[in-house]
């Protein structure tokens, strides 16, 4: 198993919620449907958001992130952010 950590601040409070939204609402539902998705969990405390994702293996998880980064692009999201990081990891 493979675990994906999406790590984000945002500028205020405020858009992490704008980004636990657009979580919910855009890119979880596409994420749940692509292959080798195992489960997640989207946390946030203050301006910090934590998005994991685990997949069957690297190669679902790495092909995930592509879809996940555009959708992230053409967002009025990205403009909150001030750090992006992710990290994937074996299980």
Do not use: N
């Amino acid at each position: 198993m493979i675990a994906r950590v999406l790590r984000a601040t945002t500028r205020s409070e405020e858009a992490a919620l704008a980004v636990a939204a657009l979580w919910g609402r855009d890119i979880g539902p596409s994420e749940r449907s692509a292959p080798g998705y195992e489960g997640g969990i989207l946390l946030r405390e203050g301006a910090d958001v934590l998005a994991v994702s685990c997949w069957a293996d690297l190669l679902d998880a790495e092909a995930a992130l592509d879809p996940l980064l555009v959708q992230l692009a053409g967002s009025p999201v990205l403009g909150m952010l001030t750090r992006l990081s992710c990290q994937v990891r074996s299980l």
